[in-house]
Structure formats: structure tokens, C-alpha cells
């Protein structure tokens, strides 16, 4: 008796399983063993019933052997190997071929979509051996390079192909439109604002954390979801990491090369942020991967959240753990923060006047500090504008910049840098560590001892330096510019500043 190969996942990674089966006489009882969970011993009726369309009724005792049995096995990704094993055990399939086998059964034999068929395309790349799924999972698989894969709509059509009574049916060419965006909020319907524009289009264009601090109404949180419009489109290796991580929460592909954008609201748990469960799954963090995960109301979310999130900034990964084990997600997040300035919400605004007491505005101030506040580089207010100034912008017909226009930039800029960090494996400024800035990002003397003097006079760590170098060097490829210049770390340097923290 040979085994149908089929996977399980963990993690991001799909682990290979034999599914055995065995037909012997007496009464009829099915029997799986090997670690099942709940959701592998509910495929027992799933696949009687699709068996059932086939025209094929289940006798006798059958016993179903997942193996290796040490692995905790989960989900219904299991449905069509166990449904082919019981097939050829019934002798009406004589020859499986060698290939991978994943999808969930219907009761009417449809075959429906299952999470980790990219994880499980990786596998079968590797292996060289032919991948069979749900058509429902054909647009994901069809982005991965290399890979031999068909699907069917359901049980039939796949018995069909493999009895080579019908051709198997390769999966439809992947179509990647060179992401168009249309940006919504467009920076050209927000007014004024200058800096914080200028500040969003650094951040798009280095990948580098941003905190807007404003009153309510003054536009901080339409700035943060603006900046979804300007950033640059994921290179192949970015989209192929993106999509690993959805395929693992069974979610279909962005359209295009279009960059995540996940906002989280501070009533979500820690583990839909950082990711975990019983299946060990993504969270947030990992869904915002090489794109943005967006904190609105910063100073609402709990302490403990904000911790748990300062080692997934640092280091680009976060390790989910639970008795079971730990697995690693990446996180390569553009983190955005948006904060009031007070508890109140109104200090420093040019009409309402701010209610807090001295008190209250200090502690508030420390909520805006700590371990992820060191990991901001653009820490920007944003004002809100006075009736005059809002009328003033009117009678000049003065028009913003479009956001089209204002990520033309900052694809440049990410090209620029695409290239120069390229045989070290990095695609922006923003992720250069720390020796490599050493390295590559050196100052003329005039400008090396200007930095000094504001590292003293700011109290700036030798990674808060590393920081701004990194900031700088994003302005200069923002202008084109190859040389590092005192005006762009003075850039930089304002930024830190900014927020009046
Ligand atoms: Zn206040």
C-alpha cells in the first residue's frame, strides 16, 4: 500500500504527510490516526459524502494512517489526499501519480479553498514533483515561479485527469498589472500641511516610521491613509513574501504589486497584532509586511501591546510561540503612529483651547515615549489650521500636488535605493543595519562634526545617529543627490524634533 502525498502546515512552511489507507471486511467504521485535529476527523463525512457523488459508497472497516505521527496535523487540507487514498483502496484509481495533493472537500464534491497553497507550491518546487489544487487557490500558486501545478473544480474532474481520461488543467497565467493606484485620500485634497506632506513622502520613500501628532479635524489621520497612494510597487521577491503570508491565513493576493496597508484599532488583542492561536497563524504585523501597519489613537492602545511590538520593529521577524512550539513571521513594517497632543486633545490648537492641567499634559507626554518612540524617525505635529489660513489656501487657488505625481518621486528614490543595496540583499534605506551604515553612508568632515554637535545637544544614541543617516540619505535620494550633505541630515535632524515631545 502506497501513500497519497499531502501537507500540513506550521507556520509559513508546509510539512509533507503520507495518508495511508487501508480497506479490510466487517462493519463499516472509518478510523484516522496519526495526530488528527478536530478538523481532520470532521474530513471523515466530508469525504464519505463526496465519495458518494462520485458514485462510490464507503464499506467495511477503513483505516486512514497520517503520517509522521509526531506532527500535529491541522485543517482540511488533508480532504483530497484521504478521498484518493480511499479511492485507490477501493481499487476504483489504479495509479496516483507522484504529485502533492491539497483541498478541502464539499459534501457535493466541489473542491474549495484551502490556506497555504503557496507554502505548499514551495514544497513541491522543491521536491520537482507536481502540485494538484482547488481551482479556488489557482491565483496565488499561478504568482510562484518554477512550480508544476493543475487544479479542478472538484473531485470528479481531478480523478478524471489522474485516471488520464481528461488533461490536467494547468493553472491560468499570472497576470501582475504594474500596480496603477488610485489614491484615495489624494494628498491633492488635503490642504496645507506642508511639512507632514513632506514628512509622508520620506516615509514612503525610505520605509521609514512615522508619528503625526495633531488635534482632532487637524488631518493627521487622512495624511496616514494618503500615504497608501504613494508608495512604491513590491519588487518580486517583496510580492512573493507578501503573498507567503496570506496564503498562510488562506487570503487571496493584493491586486498588483500594491503594498499592504493594515489598520489596527487599540481594542484588537495582542494576538490578532503579533499573531499566535492554536495554529501559531500571522498576525497584523505580518499581514503589514513590507508595506504599512497604521496605529491610529496611539496613546489609546495598551502598554503591553506597544511592547510586544517593539522586537517585530527592531528586527524585521517576530517568533510566535505557544506550547506547541514557535514559528517566525516576517514583519517589515512601515509603522505609522497618529496621537493627540494632550488627553484632551486640543493642545496647541489655534481655536479650542486645550482643558488639561500641567499634570495631565506631563503624563501624557510619557505615553508618547518609550521603546517604540526611539524607533520613530519622523516625528512630525501637525497643526491644525486656523479658519484664516484654511481661507487664505482658497482665495489663492493654490492646488496641492497630486499624489500621483508625488509618488513618482518616491519610486525613484526606492529605485535608487534598490540598486545601491542590492548585493547586500536590501531593498530600502530604512532596513540598512547598523555596520552597513557605518560603512556606506560616511559624511565629509564639515557635516560629520555638525551631526556630532546635534547627537550632544539632542541626546542622540549611536543608533539615534544611524537613524537620522538613514533618514538623510533617503532626502538625498528623494532629490537625487549622490553625496550625503550637511543640508540633508539638518533634514533629518528637524524630524526627530518635531512632535514638541
Ligand atoms: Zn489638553
Given at each position: 500500500m502506497s501513500g497519497i502525498p499531502g501537507v500540513t502546515l506550521r507556520g509559513m512552511e508546509a510539512i509533507p504527510v503520507e495518508v495511508e489507507v487501508e480497506i479490510t471486511g466487517g462493519l463499516f467504521a472509518v478510523n484516522i490516526v496519526g495526530m488528527p485535529?478536530?478538523?481532520?476527523?470532521?474530513?471523515?463525512?466530508?469525504?464519505?459524502?463526496a465519495l458518494k457523488s462520485l458514485g462510490l459508497n464507503l464499506k467495511g472497516r477503513i483505516s486512514v494512517n497520517l503520517a509522521p505521527a509526531d506532527i500535529p496535523k491541522e485543517g482540511a487540507l488533508l480532504d483530497l489526499p484521504i478521498a484518493l487514498g480511499m479511492i485507490s483502496a477501493m481499487g476504483a484509481l489504479k495509479q496516483c501519480p507522484k504529485a502533492l495533493y491539497m483541498g478541502e472537500l464539499a459534501l457535493d464534491g466541489r473542491l474549495r479553498r484551502v490556506r497555504g497553497a503557496v507554502p505548499a507550491a514551495f514544497l513541491a518546487r522543491q521536491k520537482n514533483i507536481p502540485l494538484y489544487i482547488p481551482s479556488e487557490n489557482a491565483e496565488e500558486v499561478a504568482l510562484v515561479q518554477g512550480v508544476e501545478a493543475y487544479c479542478a473544480d472538484n473531485l470528479s474532474e481531478l480523478v478524471m485527469m489522474l485516471k488520464g481520461e481528461e488533461k490536467p488543467r494547468p493553472l491560468p497565467p499570472a497576470y501582475i498589472p504594474e500596480a496603477k493606484i488610485n489614491a484615495d485620500p489624494d494628498f491633492a485634497d488635503i490642504k496645507g500641511q506642508m511639512q507632514a506632506k513632506r514628512a509622508a513622502e520620506i516615509a514612503a520613500a525610505g520605509h521609514h516610521n512615522l508619528l503625526l501628532v495633531g488635534s482632532p479635524g487637524s488631518g493627521k489621520t487622512l495624511i496616514a491613509k494618503a500615504i497608501a497612494g504613494i508608495l512604491p510597487p513590491l519588487t518580486d521577491d517583496e510580492l512573493v513574501e507578501t503573498l507567503l503570508v496570506r496564503s498562510t491565513l488562506g487570503m487571496k493576493p493584493e491586486p498588483?504589486?500594491?503594498r499592504?496597508?493594515?489598520?489596527?484599532?487599540?481594542t484588537a488583542s495582542t494576538v490578532s497584532i503579533c499573531g499566535g492561536g492554536f495554529d501559531l497563524r500571522p498576525g497584523e504585523v505580518s499581514l503589514a509586511h513590507r508595506g504599512v501597519l497604521f496605529l491610529d489613537e496611539y496613546t489609546e492602545f495598551h502598554r503591553d501591546l506597544t511592547e510586544s511590538l517593539r522586537a517585530p520593529i527592531e528586527d524585521g521577524q517576530i517568533v510566535v510561540s505557544r506550547a506547541s512550539g514557535s514559528v517566525t513571521y516576517p514583519s517589515r513594517v512601515l509603522l505609522i503612529l497618529a496621537a493627540n497632543p494632550c488627553a484632551c486633545g486640543y493642545l496647541g490648537d489655534p481655536v479650542t483651547p486645550c482643558k488639561c492641567s500641567q499634570y495631565e499634559i506631563e503624563r501624557y507626554k510619557r505615553k508618547l515615549s518609550g521603546p517604540i518612540m526611539d524607533r520613530i524617525d519622523l516625528q512630525i505635529a501637525v497643526p491644525k489650521l486656523t479658519p484664516e489660513e484654511l481661507l487664505s489656501l482658497d482665495?489663492?487657488?493654490m492646488s496641492s500636488e497630486p499624489s500621483a505625481s508625488?509618488?513618482?518621486?518616491?519610486?525613484?528614490?526606492?529605485?535608487?535605493?534598490?540598486?545601491?543595496?542590492?548585493?547586500?540583499g536590501y531593498t530600502c534605506n530604512a532596513e540598512i543595519p547598523e555596520k552597513l551604515v557605518k560603512r556606506c553612508l560616511t559624511l565629509d568632515d564639515d557635516t560629520r562634526s555638525f551631526l556630532a554637535k546635534a547627537a550632544a545637544r539632542f541626546n542622540l544614541s549611536g543608533r539615534g545617529m544611524s537613524r537620522v543617516l538613514k533618514v538623510s540619505r533617503t532626502i538625498a535620494d528623494l532629490a537625487g543627490d549622490e553625496d550625503l550633505q550637511k543640508k540633508h541630515v539638518a533634514?533629518?535632524?528637524?524630524?526627530?524634533?518635531?512632535?514638541?515631545?
Open positions: 485535529d478536530t478538523a481532520v476527523r470532521e474530513s471523515k463525512e466530508r469525504v464519505r459524502s498588483g504589486r500594491t499592504p496597508f493594515r489598520t489596527v484599532h487599540f482665495n489663492k487657488g508625488i509618488r513618482k518621486r518616491v519610486i525613484n528614490a526606492r529605485n535608487i535605493q534598490i540598486e545601491r543595496w542590492k548585493e547586500y533634514e533629518a535632524l528637524n524630524y526627530r524634533q518635531q512632535s514638541g515631545r
